[in-house]
């Protein structure tokens, strides 16, 4: 019988004996420990782990059950996933789509091991007439000042009803409510350009241009109900010049914020970014 892998994620309070007692509680149910990563924080005296393991013959329900012991014996905050299990992802946009197509793109070519459970707009469908949704179900939810608690009542209904364990902003341009950023703590992540706070509003890169910026890029974060200021996961830049118009830093930008978004989801999905307070710990590979 082939091995299963599965990821465990783990934080709790920092003290001896963690790792011995993960690793043998791990090792004495007949588990092979494939990667291990973890991280101290001397500041927080918190503690952060995963492991990618191995086992034959164990459902994910008696790994659960038995390594509950172990976290209740250290207060732990912790997941467990078996690692073909994909998460039900869904994908919010507005009328810029260049992240859209790109999350689309790397997910058809397996690069984005995830289920799209919908695509959210504020915008009708005919504005992504050149994307191919194929069959993702798509959800038109306009908005207005007047009647934003009863978009977002329908929004909260599809995240519900879909079993979203994830939700993407790739570039909505709506601010979630401070309620419903509560809800979704920990399961949704933004991507936006790096200026801020600075540049805020409309127009950020002409005002960028404007103030003769060298570098710009772009910033993922998991949402909160302070606008723009969640926990980090990934950042990028790039260097520009006086010689750069604001269409040029526009295209760069773009490109940032993909590449960005991307690696944030490739994290995320493959269980790396754990929350740290205000902040996060990023296993990378």
């Known amino acids: 019988m082939a091995a299963d892998q599965y990821v465990l994620t783990l934080s709790c309070s920092d003290r001896a004996g963690i790792v011995a007692a993960v690793s043998g509680h791990l090792a004495g149910r007949g588990c092979n420990i494939v990667e291990a990563q973890q991280f101290g924080d001397a500041e927080t005296q918190r503690f952060f782990m995963r492991l990618v ?9 008696v790994l659960r059950a038995g390594f509950a012991s172990v976290a209740d014996a250290f207060a732990m905050q912790w997941t467990l996933r078996n690692r073909t299990r994909h998460r039900r992802v869904l994908l919010l946009v507005s009328k810029f789509d260049h992240c859209l197509a790109d999350v689309l793109y790397r997910w058809r070519i397996g690069e984005l091991p995830m289920e799209i459970v919908g695509i959210v707009a504020n915008h009708p469908r005919d504005t992504y007439r050149h994307l191919d949704f194929d069959a993702i179900p798509f959800h038109h939810l306009p908005t207005s000042k007047h009647d934003k608690p009863a978009q977002e009542a329908r929004l909260w209904a599809l995240i519900e009803q879909s079993g979203a364990e994830l939700v993407v902003l790739a570039r909505y341009m709506q601010v979630l ?21 600075g540049f805020k509003g409309a127009r950020p890169y002409h005002q960028a241009h404007r103030r003769g910026v060298k570098l710009i890029g772009a910033t993922a974060h998991f949402v909160t109900a302070d606008l723009d200021e969640g926990p980090i996961i990934e950042q990028d830049i790039e260097r520009v010049s006086h010689g750069d118009t604001p269409d040029d830093l526009i295209r760069i930008g773009r490109d940032i914020e993909r590449r960005v978004l991307a690696r944030t989801l490739r994290l995320y999905l493959d269980d790396r970014v754990l929350l740290n307070g205000g902040k996060t710990v990023v296993f990378t590979s």
């Not at 409510?177 to 706070?197: D, M, Q, T, V, Y």
């Open 177 to 197: 409510s401070s309620e419903l950023a509560s809800r979704l703590s920990g399961r949704c992540i933004n991507i936006h350009h790096s200026f801020l706070p």
């Open 53 to 61: 393991f191995e086992s034959t013959g164990l459902s994910p329900d």
